[in-house]
Antibody
Framework: EVQLVESGGGLVQPGGSLRLSCAAS????????MSWVRQTPGKGLEWVAN????????YYVDSVKGRFTISRDNARNSLYLQMNNLRAEDTAVYYC??????????WGQGTLVTVSS | DVVMTQSPLSLPVTLGQPASISCRSS???????????LSWFQQRPGQSPRRLIY???NRDSGVPDRFSGSGSGTDFTLKISRVEAEDVGVYYC??????????FGQGTKVEIK
């Protein structure tokens, strides 16, 4: 059974940093692209970033380029999202997900990030 | 970016009756490989999104056959043949054709009258 478990969310001040983690199990993690998707009350669901199986390719939504970094550790079956210079509009539930067949077939339970002073 | 527009945004339905949600894209979703990458997701209250349909009309494993997807080009529809209480939630369409910026619709809230 595929399981994706996010952690690392919390309350952070504007301009601060946070690192999210996603522990994957139940599939061959090193053979799959991985993604981060976020959900805000105002903008709904938004794809944030993708990373290739070996980490050699990474893509980001324009609004986080230069501030967020997606990475992975295939030995630990783990996905990460380093978020720097956080803004109020980054407040969201962040999900890790598996992008297969040009869609997201598995999602984690999400971790809440709140950016507020 | 491709804009996905859903309608209606709120859909009150009677148990046992059909329901239909429309999704339109600002650009054709036909990929250069000939496939159309339009998916539908269900998000029940307090839960993560769950994929129901991929590539327009393919149901995921375990999805009841009362859910069906159709459409082509820029116009797509999700239909529930007979709404059950467990179908309450928000439904999203998503395009996966225009890599890497996959985009979602605003969501349609299905509730029981």
């Amino acid at each position: 059974e595929v399981q994706l478990v996010e952690s690392g969310g919390g309350l952070v001040q504007p301009g601060g940093s946070l690192r999210l983690s996603c522990a994957a199990s139940g599939f061959t993690f090193s053979s799959d692209w991985m993604s981060w998707v976020r959900q805000t009350p105002g903008k709904g669901l938004e794809w944030v970033a993708n990373i290739k199986e070996d980490g050699s390719e990474k893509y980001y939504v324009d609004s986080v380029k230069g501030r967020f970094t997606i990475s992975r550790d295939n030995a630990r079956n783990s996905l990460y999202l380093q978020m720097n210079n956080l803004r109020a509009e980054d407040t969201a539930v962040y999900y890790c997900a598996t992008p297969r067949s040009s869609s997201f077939d598995y999602w984690g339970q999400g971790t809440l990030v709140t950016v507020s002073s | 970016d491709v804009v996905m527009t859903q309608s209606p945004l709120s859909l009150p339905v009677t148990l046992g009756q059909p329901a239909s949600i429309s999704c339109r894209s600002s650009q054709s979703l036909v990929h250069s490989d000939g496939n159309t990458y339009l998916s539908w997701f269900q998000q029940r209250p307090g839960q993560s999104p769950r994929r129901l349909i991929y590539r327009v009309s393919n149901r995921d494993s375990g999805v009841p056959d009362r859910f069906s997807g159709s459409g082509s080009g820029t116009d797509f529809t999700l239909k529930i043949s007979r709404v059950e209480a467990e179908d309450v939630g928000v439904y999203y369409c998503m395009q996966g054709t225009h890599w890497p910026t996959w985009t979602f619709g605003q969501g349609t809230k299905v509730e029981i009258k």
